[in-house]
């Protein structure tokens, strides 16, 4: 069998098929693994929303999405009504997004009827490592900052180097603001909606 000449026009050839199988390959792949994806996302968040509102039975019966314009930036809200097991009315949880020290900074953050905060989880952080773990615990109910059990519209959620109520993460304080900055935005955004007919959800904060 006669040899085949290294040629520019081979070389392509060879590449442009390699590229063909490599792409059919991870076409493939892409599609057996989406769904399941799909569905662990979705549980990270079903478990999530359960969590910070306060791990009790609940369904979700309603998302709503908020758009507020933050020193001339647009900030997109989700906002997840929940209801009971009685179909009553438990309050929301909320995903907020700010800057933070080394880039976007996610929350979830879970609200009563009242606007009072019953949880929160980190979804997401580009903080030093180890300063997003410690914002997931440092306000919790048992943490130094806790902001559980406080409403924004009647406590001054702000780090007390800022005149605020709440203890800063410690050598921390970019975090520390960029965490309360997206609680007190995701209330104004929850704040913001309107009576709901489906839950009976009202704006009483």
Not at 158 to 178: C, E, F, H, L
Request: charged fraction near 20%; include cysteine; proline fraction near 2%.
């Amino acid at each position: 069998m006669k040899k085949l000449e290294s040629t520019i026009t081979n070389m392509v050839v060879v590449l442009v098929g390699v590229a063909l199988i490599t792409g059919s390959i991870l076409a493939y792949v892409n599609h057996v693994t989406e769904e399941p994806i799909r569905q662990q996302a979705e549980k990270t968040l079903a478990d999530g929303i359960k969590a910070v509102m306060g791990g009790v039975e609940l369904t979700v019966a309603k998302d709503d999405t908020v758009r507020q314009t933050v020193s001339g930036k647009e900030i997109i809200f989700v906002i997840h009504e929940a209801v009971g097991t009685d179909k009553q009315p438990l309050g929301a949880a909320v995903e907020s997004t700010t800057g933070g020290f080394g880039g976007d900074f996610k929350i979830l953050v879970g609200f009563d009827n009242d606007g009072k905060i019953l949880g929160y989880t980190i979804l997401q952080h580009s903080e030093t490592p180890g300063l997003g773990a410690k914002a997931d615990k440092w306000f919790q109910k048992d943490g130094k900052g806790c902001v559980i059990g406080k409403n924004p519209a009647t406590d001054n959620l702000t780090v007390k180097k800022d005149g605020g109520d709440v203890d800063a993460i410690t050598a921390s304080t970019i975090t520390s603001r960029a965490f309360l900055l997206a609680v007190n935005q995701a209330y104004q955004a929850y704040k913001s909606l309107p009576v709901d007919a489906h839950t009976g959800a009202t704006d009483k904060h």
